[in-house]
């Protein structure tokens, strides 16, 4: 799927009325996210995990003290389709959100953003997970106790519990699932396919949103240690008419992978146009397949 433009208007934040002294909703900025305040990007709870991850982060509105926020209401959108709630936080201990393929329920509060009253917590039911390959966009709400303001004006603050404005919008995000290696030397890999360390053929399936691929080879499955880093040529995302399968030639006959015995292979898949590159991993990763390596018959002295 193609990359929008992003829209600076979509994001603008309403402030309220406040005292000298007062509290405005306002997302602060994270340290790693871009101008619009808060950062997403693909996520793998682990290597190889199965499934479309995307992790949202944000910091608390600009002072609004801890403990008078009620708790957050993350929404998404997709290049199609309207904003919505798709996730709850009821605390200020945590500023994050994993988002998944899994229809879900989830309790958040329930009132309009930037308005005069947080709502209630409500839970909203069957919403719909991600789709790998799709594109998607996060705002973030807070509701929260007042403290300061003064939006009736009669010079005393008001008691009440307020929605925030939304945040600015993150950066577009591709849902990316692993994909999946097919072949190794024309075989279903398994652990007892034979390779020449020196040339051997690694078949994967495209997973859609990916242009850009990373092979690993390593010495142990967590790929811990040294690893061979191989990056192949862009590819055409198969949901946009690209080849089901890619395959590489890989040479690996270097350093202590010669004296190895059994060395593992990995795939892993991005988009280019994303501009935060999956984490932890770099990519969004295969499970890892064993390859037996040919014992090589020793130099001529």
């Known amino acids: 799927m193609q990359h929008p433009k992003l829209s600076r208007r979509a994001g603008l934040l309403l402030v309220p009325a406040l005292l000298a002294l007062g509290a405005c909703a ?32 944000w910091s608390r509105p600009r002072a609004v003290p801890s403990s008078y926020i009620l708790g957050y209401v993350i929404w998404r959108t997709d290049i199609s389709s309207p904003l919505q709630v798709v996730g709850g936080i009821d605390t200020d201990a945590q500023h994050s959100f994993t988002d998944s393929e899994a229809t879900r329920n989830a309790t958040a509060w329930d009132g309009t953003p930037g308005s005069d009253d947080a709502g209630s917590r409500t839970v909203f039911q069957n919403i719909p997970g991600i789709v790998p ?22 010079g005393v603050p008001d008691d009440a519990e307020y929605m925030s404005p939304l945040s600015l919008r993150t950066n577009w995000v591709t849902a990316i699932s692993p994909p999946r290696i097919a072949t190794v030397n024309g075989q279903a890999p398994g652990g007892a396919t034979l390779v020449d360390l020196a040339s051997f053929d690694v078949q994967w399936e495209q997973t859609p949103g990916a242009d850009t691929y990373e092979i690993w080879v390593g010495r142990n499955p967590s790929f811990t240690g040294t690893k061979l880093r191989i990056k192949p040529p862009k590819t055409l995302p198969v949901d946009l008419g690209g080849e089901p399968t890619v395959s590489i030639n890989i040479n690996a006959n270097r350093g202590g992978f010669r004296t190895a015995r059994t060395l593992y292979v990995a795939v892993g898949a991005r988009n280019s146009k994303d501009r935060v590159k999956p984490r932890p991993f770099g990519a969004i990763y295969s499970a890892p397949v064993a390859i037996q390596v040919e014992t090589r018959p020793p130099d001529n002295p």
């Not at 998607?136 to 106790?145: C, E, I, K, L, P």
């Open 26 to 57: 306002v997302f602060a900025p994270r340290a790693d996210a871009g101008s619009e305040g808060l950062t997403a990007f693909a996520y793998q709870p682990r290597l190889g995990a199965p499934g479309a991850y995307i992790r949202l982060g």
């Open 133 to 154: 390959g799709r594109l998607y966009s996060y705002q973030v709400s807070a509701a929260y106790r007042n403290g300061l303001q003064d939006r009736d004006n009669d």
